[in-house]
C-alpha cells in the first residue's frame, strides 16, 4: 500500500478565512507511488506537508508529535487533515477491513483506505481527538494494531545522525533493529545468551574469580576485586549493601540499546559519511521482509551535511530501490533537482502546490524525455525562484542583472532566477510551469528572445542590391547591407507565433533589432558604451569607417565576440554604479519610467519587471 492522496483543511499555511468547507480542500495533493521530491522556495509548505503526516500515522521513533497552536492557519478553531491509501495487498488489507471503502474504475474493483485527523480549539484550548477512518467524513475510531500498521519512518531536517546512532535509551538504532526479523525471538536471542555470559564475566572480574568461579592468580586481574571492596566497604557503611558490577542488562532491548552503528576502520569521521549512516540504517527499517504495514519514508533536506557529488549517489540509489517503499523528501538543492525525474518533483509555492507529473502540465512526452537530460544543476534554480527570466546565451545571462540593477531592482532580493537554456528550447522550460487545470502557477516567467530566434545561416548568396538572404529552418528573413548597416525586412514566423501565445504570468520580450548585440548598438543609453568596449575586444578591426555594416558581418558569420563584450559591458556598468551614477545610469531609468519601445533595450528592462513584480 502507498499514499496516493493528501487533503488539508486550515493547516498552516494552507488554508483561509472563508467558511469550513469539505469539498474545497485548501491542499489536495496526490502523491506518486515511489519517489516524491517536495521542492520549492523557503516558508513555501515542503515541511507543513511532511508535518501533516507525522501528526496523523504517527512515526516509529519515540518522539511525541502533538498538535500545536501554530498548526492551525492563523484564526481558525478547526483545521482537518485526511490521508488516502492505495494499492493493498490481501496481508496489509486485512488490518483496515473494517474502514476499506471500494472504489470501481474501468481496470475492476480496487479497495482504499481514508484516514481523518479533524482538530478544533475553543477558547484557545485544543480539544482532544482520535484518529478515525471509513468511508463518510466522520469515520470510526481506527484500534491501536491498525494505526501501529501505518507509521512512517522520518529523518528530521539537521539531524545529529552521530548522536541517534549511539547507544542509549530509546536509541533509534534500537529501534530499527528491535522490530526486524533478526530480532523477532525477544526471550531466547543468541545476543541474550552472549549478554548472560559476558556479565557473569564481569562480575567474576570484581570479585577475583572467573565466571566458572574459579579464583583469578593474575596480579592485574585482582585489581577488579580490590576497586569493588572499596567501594562495598563505603556502601556497607551508608546504607549496609553492596554492589555488583554489569555491562548490559541482559534483556534483547538493552542490549540493542548498548549498540552502536560505526564506519569498519573509520576514525572522526564527519556530519555527512554518519548522515550516510543514518539514512542507510532507516532504509533496512523500510525494507524488513516481515512487515505488512506501510512503507513510507519522510526525509527532510536529504541534502543535509552531505557533498554535492554524494547527493547525486544517494538519489540515483534511492530512485533505483524505490519499487517497494515510498518516499516522500524534500530539498533545497538544485543539484538533486535536476537529477530527479519531473515527473517526481512536486512544486511548492505560494500555499499551492504543483506537481510535474505528466497530465498536470503542459508539457508532452518529448518535453519530458528532452528536459530529463539538459535539465542540470544551474537550470534547476527555477524550482526555488520566486521569478524567472529565460535566455539564450550566456550575454544576456551577464548583462540582465547589471541592467536591472541600473534601475533600482535587485533580482537577488526579488528571488529572481535567470536560466540560460544555451539555445531556443525556452519554450519546452516555460511550459514547466502551465498547467493543465487550477490552481495555476503564480510564479512570473520571462522569455528574453530577439528576432533572431534561431541560429541563423549564411546564405549562399547575396543579390547585386545588397540582400542577403539568411534562413531558419525554413523561415525566411532577410537583412539589407546598407552604408548605414543592415536593417531586417521581417520578423520568423516563430517569433509572431510566440508573441500572439504570450499570456499570463509567461511573457515574451522579443527585441526587434536583430540580435542583442544589436539592439545594444541602436540603444540611445548604451550605444558609445556598447561601441567603445567592441572596438577594445575586436582591436584588430578597423572600425573608423562603415561601424554597423562591420558589426552585421561579424554577427552573420558569427566572429564577433559576444561573450566577452558582454561580461565587460556588465561590468562597467556596475563600476558606474558606484563611481559615475549620473552619466550612464540616468537614461537607463528614464527608458524604464517611461515603459516605451523608445530605445532598443527596452524589452529587457520590461522583461526584468515582469519577473520581478515590477
Not at 496481508?91 to 479533524?118: I, M
Not at 516522500?328 to 519531473?342: C, D, E, V
Not at 529572481?416 to 511550459?431: D, M
Amino acid at each position: 500500500m502507498f499514499l496516493v492522496n493528501l487533503k488539508l483543511w486550515n493547516f498552516r499555511i494552507f488554508g483561509n478565512n472563508k467558511p469550513f468547507d469539505l469539498l474545497r480542500p485548501h491542499l489536495n495533493l496526490t502523491f506518486n507511488q515511489g519517489i516524491n521530491v517536495l521542492i520549492g522556495e523557503n516558508d513555501s509548505g515542503k515541511t507543513a506537508i511532511i508535518d501533516a503526516i507525522k501528526i496523523v500515522l504517527k512515526t516509529h521513533s519515540t518522539e511525541w508529535i502533538r498538535v500545536e497552536e501554530e498548526d492551525f492557519f492563523q484564526d481558525s478553531e478547526r483545521f482537518r487533515i485526511e490521508c488516502r491509501f492505495k494499492g493493498f495487498t490481501d496481508d496489509e488489507a486485512k488490518y483496515f477491513t473494517e474502514w476499506l471503502d471500494w472504489e470501481t474504475g474501468p481496470n475492476g474493483g480496487e479497495p482504499y483506505l481514508t484516514v481523518y485527523y479533524d482538530v478544533s480549539r475553543r477558547n484557545g484550548r485544543i480539544m482532544p481527538t482520535d484518529i478515525k477512518a471509513g468511508i463518510d467524513d466522520t469515520g470510526h475510531v481506527m484500534n491501536a494494531e491498525a494505526k501501529e500498521m501505518l507509521r512512517t519512518t522520518y529523518l528530521r531536517p539537521l539531524r545529529d545522525a552521530k548522536s541517534e546512532l549511539s547507544p542509549k535509551r530509546n536509541s533509534r538504532l534500537s529501534q530499527i533493529l528491535y522490530s526486524h526479523k533478526a530480532f523477532q525471538d525477544k526471550k531466547n536471542h543468541r545476543l541474550i545468551t552472549l549478554a548472560k555470559l559476558l556479565n557473569e564475566e564481569i562480575a567474576g572480574y570484581f570479585k577475583g574469580q572467573s565466571a566458572d568461579g574459579q579464583s583469578l592468580t593474575s596480579e592485574n586481574d585482582l585489581l577488579g576485586k580490590d576497586v569493588k571492596e572499596v567501594i562495598d566497604e563505603y556502601l556497607r557503611r551508608f546504607s549496609n549493601k553492596s554492589t555488583e558490577f554489569k555491562m548490559t542488562r541482559a534483556e534483547l532491548k538493552g542490549i540493542l540499546e548498548s549498540l552502536s552503528l560505526l564506519f569498519q576502520d573509520g576514525y572522526n569521521l564527519g556530519l555527512g559519511s554518519h548522515n550516510l549512516l543514518c539514512i542507510a540504517s532507516e532504509l533496512l527499517h523500510l525494507k524488513k521482509n516481515n512487515w505488512d504495514g506501510l512503507r513510507l519514508g519522510l526525509i527532510e533536506e536529504i541534502e543535509a551535511h552531505l557533498h554535492p557529488q554524494v547527493q547525486l549517489q544517494v538519489v540515483e540509489t534511492l530512485k533505483a530501490h524505490s519499487a517497494d517503499m515510498q518516499l516522500i523528501f524534500t530539498t533545497h538543492s538544485p543539484n538533486i533537482g535536476s537529477k530527479i525525474p519531473l515527473e517526481n518533483l512536486i512544486i511548492c509555492h505560494g500555499g499551492k502546490v504543483f506537481p510535474l507529473r505528466k497530465g498536470t502540465t503542459e508539457l508532452d512526452d518529448e518535453d519530458y524525455q528532452f528536459l530529463e537530460i539538459f535539465l542540470d544543476t544551474t537550470k534547476a534554480n527555477l524550482f526555488f525562484a520566486k521569478g524567472i527570466i529565460l535566455v539564450e546565451g550566456w550575454a544576456e545571462e551577464l548583462l540582465v542583472p547589471s541592467l536591472a540593477k541600473a534601475i533600482g531592482i535587485d533580482l537577488t532580493a526579488h528571488g529572481v532566477a535567470i536560466i540560460n537554456v544555451g539555445s531556443t528550447a525556452y519554450l519546452r522550460y516555460s511550459k514547466i510551469f502551465q498547467r493543465k487545470e487550477a490552481p495555476l502557477m503564480e510564479i512570473p516567467v520571462a522569455i528574453v528572445t530577439d528576432v533572431d530566434i534561431r541560429t541563423y545561416e549564411k546564405s549562399q548568396k547575396k543579390d547585386a542590391a545588397g540582400k542577403l538572404e539568411l534562413d531558419t529552418e525554413g523561415k525566411s528573413t532577410y537583412v539589407y547591407i546598407k552604408r548605414d548597416g543592415p536593417t531586417v525586412e521581417s520578423e520568423t514566423k516563430a517569433a509572431v507565433k510566440q508573441k500572439d501565445e504570450s499570456s499570463g504570468i509567461i511573457q515574451y520580450y522579443i527585441g526587434d533589432k536583430w540580435t542583442l548585440e544589436y539592439a545594444l548598438y541602436h540603444s540611445e543609453a548604451l550605444q558609445v558604451l556598447f561601441k567603445e568596449l567592441a572596438e577594445k575586444v575586436h582591436s584588430k578591426t578597423d572600425w573608423k569607417t562603415g561601424w554597423e555594416a562591420k558589426l552585421a558581418e561579424k554577427l552573420i558569420e558569427k566572429r564577433l565576440d559576444k561573450t566577452e563584450i558582454a561580461y565587460r559591458l556588465a561590468n562597467t556598468i556596475n563600476q558606474h554604479l558606484v563611481k559615475d551614477p549620473e552619466r550612464l545610469l540616468s537614461p537607463l531609468k528614464e527608458i524604464n519610467l517611461a515603459d516605451s519601445d523608445s530605445d532598443a533595450i527596452g524589452y529587457l528592462l520590461k522583461a526584468i519587471r515582469h519577473a520581478s513584480g515590477n
